[in-house]
């Protein structure tokens, strides 16, 4: 969940019953100050992987009022819950544990100051840096970015990044996500399957639809990614369709 604009403590872990919400947002005010509501970003897990994430000892990172993540443990022999874990598509069976750690995002829009989005782009890459290299790593959320249907001529150069699907052009802050992902070995998942309808948001000036809520997944790890899907028809409250990764 992004651009959630509660205000309570900076970072908070909800439960509801078997689930758990971890929210990352901006820190409450000081006594007698106003209360400045934006950003705000979440992971609302279900039983399966409330349990996932306590496997995994719980851990979670608040990392500003724009990123937030956490590590799950999903365990191919079962633990002491009763419960088998899920492994990613593609992976095989084995002892060994396998971890996932996900990362939530908001980046800021292109109004932004720079300064603004320099500090987005090095918190991220903190993020991103703290992740074990063993681990299965998506990076999911409202970039605010447009990277495009890729040219022909440019397929090759971001062969390992982009696919061959999207939507409209690339802008700036494109590239720089671009950029981004190959420094780190990332591929945008929604780029690699062929859809209908690839647009996440429509501007409401010019009613045209974007392309600006991704799901990224490590370029060797691509295989275990088996769709991503604008799901238009949910009701989620938002001016962003939802984007489900499978």
């Known amino acids: 969940l992004q651009e959630t604009k509660m205000v309570r403590d900076r970072s908070d872990v909800w439960t509801a019953g078997q689930s758990t919400f971890l929210h990352s947002g901006r ?3 000081a006594d007698g100050e106003n209360a400045q509501r934006g950003e705000g970003v979440g992971l609302l897990l279900n039983e399966e992987f409330t349990r996932a994430w306590r496997r995994a000892g719980g851990q979670w990172c608040a990392v500003s009022s ?10 191919p022999g079962g633990d002491d819950e009763g419960d088998d874990g899920q492994l990613p598509a593609g992976t095989r069976q084995s ?3 396998i971890f996932l750690t996900i990362v939530n995002v908001y980046a800021q829009t292109a109004k932004a100051p720079p300064g603004v989005k320099c500090k987005f782009v090095q918190d991220l890459q903190s993020a991103l840096d703290s992740v074990a290299h063993r681990d299965y790593l998506i990076v999911v959320g ?5 990277v495009g249907l890729r040219p022909d001529a440019e397929l090759t150069h971001w062969r390992d990044v982009a696919g061959p699907y999207g939507l409209g052009r690339c802008n700036d802050a494109g590239e720089d996500l671009l950029m981004l992902c190959g420094a780190n070995r990332l591929s945008i998942m929604n780029t690699w399957f062929r859809k209908s309808s690839y647009g996440t948001w429509t501007h409401p000036a010019t009613r045209e639809s974007h392309l600006i809520d991704y799901a990224l997944f490590r370029t060797d ?4 990614c088996r769709d991503v899907q604008v799901m238009r028809g949910a009701s ?3 001016d962003h369709h939802m984007v489900r990764a499978k």
């Open 95 to 97: 002892r060994q544990d």
């Open 236 to 238: 989620c409250w938002s």
């Open 27 to 29: 820190p409450l005010p």
């Open 142 to 146: 409202d970039f605010n970015t447009r």
């Open 66 to 75: 724009r990123i937030v993540s956490a590590r799950f443990k999903l365990s």
């Open 221 to 224: 790890q691509r295989h275990c």
